[in-house]
T-cell receptor
C-alpha cells in the first residue's frame, strides 16, 4: 500500500460537463502520474508531475489538464467530457526520488460519460 | 503510442498447472516490471527487474529480464484459484523514461 487514494471511485456524467478527479498521497512522493485503462490498450499515460506545479504531458493528454498545487494532491480535469473519455483512471506514484523508480497504483476511478 | 507485445492474451488452465507469459518490444528497456490486477482494483507490483539477464522470484512467481533487453517473461508455478486476474508487463527506459505497458494477459484458473 503506497498510501494512495482516489476520489471519486465512480462517476457518471454527461457529455460537455467538466469533471475533476483527485489523487491524494500521504507519503510525500515527488512523482505522480495519471493513466487511463481501456480494453485492448492496457494503461496509457495522460499526464505526470515531478513536483509542485511541475507537470508534463503523456501520450494521451488531449482533452485533459492537470494541476498540482501541493505535494499530496494531483488533480486531473476533463474540461468538457466526451464519451471517448469513458474509462478507468488510475493514479500512480513512484516510491523513490527518481522518475525511473517503481510505480505503485491507486485503486482507480471508473468514469462514464453519457 | 508505443505498446509492448504481450502474449498470450488469455489463458484458461487447471489448478496446479504452470503458466508462462511474455512481453517483447522493439525498443530496449532499462527496467521490466510485472503487475497483477484484480477486478475493480489497481495494478499491484509483483516483480521488478533492473538488469539484463536478471532472474528474480517472488514465491511461486519467477520473472526474467531478457539478455537483449527487449523482452521479459513471467512464470507462475503450481497455479491456484487466487492467481486469477490480469497480468501486465511494463517496460521503462529509452528517450522518455516513461513506463510503457503491455496489453495484459487474462488468467483464469479452474479449481
Amino acid at each position: 500500500d503506497a498510501g494512495i487514494t482516489q476520489s471519486p471511485r465512480h462517476k457518471v456524467t454527461e457529455t460537455g460537463t467538466p469533471v475533476t478527479l483527485r489523487c491524494h498521497q500521504t507519503e510525500n512522493h515527488r512523482y505522480m502520474y495519471w493513466y487511463r485503462q481501456d480494453p485492448g490498450h492496457g494503461l496509457r499515460l495522460i499526464h505526470y508531475s515531478y513536483g509542485v506545479k511541475d507537470t508534463d504531458k503523456g501520450e494521451v493528454s488531449d482533452g485533459y489538464s492537470v494541476s498540482r498545487s501541493k505535494t499530496e494532491d494531483f488533480l486531473l480535469t476533463l474540461e468538457s467530457a466526451t464519451s471517448s473519455q469513458t474509462s478507468v483512471y488510475f493514479c500512480a506514484i513512484t516510491s523513490g526520488l527518481r522518475g525511473t523508480d517503481t510505480q505503485y497504483f491507486g485503486p482507480g476511478t471508473r468514469l462514464t460519460v453519457l | 503510442g508505443q505498446q509492448l507485445n504481450q502474449s498470450p492474451q488469455s489463458m484458461f488452465i487447471q489448478e496446479g498447472e504452470d503458466v508462462s507469459m511474455n512481453c517483447t518490444s522493439s525498443s530496449i528497456f532499462n527496467t521490466w516490471l510485472w503487475y497483477k490486477q484484480d477486478p475493480g482494483e489497481g495494478p499491484v507490483l509483483l516483480i521488478a527487474l533492473y538488469k539484463a539477464g536478471e532472474l528474480t522470484s517472488n514465491g511461486r512467481l519467477t520473472a526474467q529480464f531478457g539478455i537483449t533487453r527487449k523482452d521479459s517473461f513471467l512464470n507462475i508455478s503450481a497455479s491456484i484459484p487466487s492467481d486469477v486476474g490480469i497480468y501486465f508487463c511494463a517496460g521503462q527506459g529509452g528517450a522518455t523514461n516513461k513506463l510503457i505497458f503491455g496489453t495484459g494477459t487474462l488468467l483464469a484458473v479452474q479449481p
